[in-house]
């Protein structure tokens, strides 16, 4: 069995009067990427967590979401130990 899953890195910053994405924006984004990627037989969805951004500071309430919206795709989180 092969497995195929993507990592999300996407950097969502600025300020959204000043052209940057908003947090609904986000999160929207996220759970279409991962809705579109479980209809193509995509085996995992992770997403990073990024304490100092507000709109993927807390993973949870995203891979609720995602789970909710999508039928086989795993999903988790991306950690990285940047020490």
């Known amino acids: 069995m092969r497995a195929f899953g993507f990592l999300s890195f996407g950097h969502y910053g600025g300020n959204p009067?000043?052209?940057g994405i908003t947090a609904r924006q986000m999160l929207h984004d996220a759970i279409d990427i991962s809705v579109g990627a479980d209809e193509l037989g995509v085996n995992g969805a992770y997403f990073r967590v990024h304490h100092y951004a507000r709109q993927s500071a807390a993973p949870?309430?995203?891979?609720?979401?995602?789970?909710?919206?999508?039928q086989r795709i795993e999903v988790g989180t991306g950690v990285i130990d940047m020490r």
């Open 17 to 19: 009067a000043q052209g």
């Open 60 to 70: 949870m309430p995203l891979l609720s979401a995602v789970a909710a919206r999508t």
